[in-house]
């Protein structure tokens, strides 16, 4: 049987890259609205109520409007705005969460897909802190930077064309200076920390691609755990996962860089054990694509395993 889905924010960014990975899938029949009548209530409700499956790509005001115009309890949701990604009755989309994530994804009838910054720091802290190794009350700190996508269009404009026609933006800057991201509440609930971490995101001059990191200083970690003990519980954590890899530690050892583009066009999570063991420090890294598995690629997964599919299919992990 052929499931419909309709895109809800289809023109956006993440909307537009979850189109092109299901526009020549056999097992889904996109949905379309007018695009002279997206504002239209009636037309909206119509298809947001028709559709087996609806992907949200709005603002978080948006995509909780469009959740209470869906009246019939048969349609399914996936919202990949921030609205929902600690709600009560909604499951988090990201199935290597834990070990029955993704049996839980396939039962929901409400995922929230996660946030790309969230995507990275949840994989590297969240087996740390389930096994013990790091304490919920651990002062984390979270450095990452991200291409340019990842701030929607009014960043991607500023980065690609200055609307007045002046400078484009910088090769790099910081920002969300005030210390209060909107990932920040995603990270600390489902890591499961006892405080908000300190995140320190950056913007740079390139479309797509993040790194995400963790600097551990293990020498100040109750039980003083080694560069070899975080990685062996990412690593066992992961194994088996398709699209999550913890690279072993000789290979990371070996590496001078690494460069955020690197799993662009896939849906691929890449986790390294950067550590100096005489020192007791580690640096936690997470690369990925944001718009892969930080976004539209992690909603086709999920949408795969809501429809009872694997989970991988249409998707890239080359």
């Not at 037309?43 to 009246?71: G, H, K, Q, T």
């Amino acid at each position: 049987m052929v499931a419909k889905v309709f895109i809800d924010g289809e023109a956006g960014t993440t909307g537009l890259q979850i189109r092109d990975r299901l526009a020549h899938r056999r097992e889904f029949q996109l949905l379309s609205i007018d695009p002279h009548r997206r504002k239209d209530e009636t037309a909206r409700r119509l298809l947001l109520n028709s559709a087996d499956f609806v992907l949200l790509c709005l603002p978080d005001e948006a995509a909780r409007e469009a959740v209470s115009l869906i009246d019939n309890e048969a349609v399914r949701v996936i919202d990949a705005s921030t609205a929902h990604r600690t709600s009560e009755g909604w499951t988090y989309g990201f199935p290597e969460l834990a070990t029955d994530q993704a049996d839980a994804i396939r039962r929901a009838r409400r995922v929230a897909n996660p946030g790309c910054y969230a995507t990275g720091a949840i994989a590297l802290l969240r087996p740390l802190v389930d096994t013990g190794l790091l304490p919920k009350d651990w002062p984390i700190s979270i450095n990452a930077v991200s291409g340019y996508t990842g701030g929607g269009r009014a960043m991607i404009e500023e980065f690609e064309a200055h609307p007045t026609g002046g400078p484009r933006a910088p090769p790099f800057r910081i920002y969300a200076l005030e210390l209060a991201h909107k990932h920040i509440p995603e990270m600390a609930y489902h890591i499961g920390l006892s405080h908000s971490p300190v995140f320190a995101p950056s913007v740079a001059r390139y479309a797509q691609g993040m790194i995400v990191e963790i600097p551990l200083p293990l020498w100040a970690v109750p039980g003083r755990p080694t560069v070899a003990d975080v990685h062996a519980v990412l690593a066992g954590r992961y194994s088996g996962t398709g699209f999550v890899e913890v690279i072993g530690l000789e290979a990371a050892a070996k590496l001078k860089t690494l460069d955020p583009e690197g799993l662009n066009g896939t849906n691929r999570l890449q986790l390294f054990v950067f550590g100096n063991p005489a020192a007791g420090q580690a640096r936690l890294v997470a690369l990925l694509d944001n718009l892969g598995k930080g976004a539209a690629g992690a909603a086709v997964q999920n949408l795969n395993l809501m429809a009872g599919l694997q989970d991988g299919a249409g998707l890239s992990s080359d």
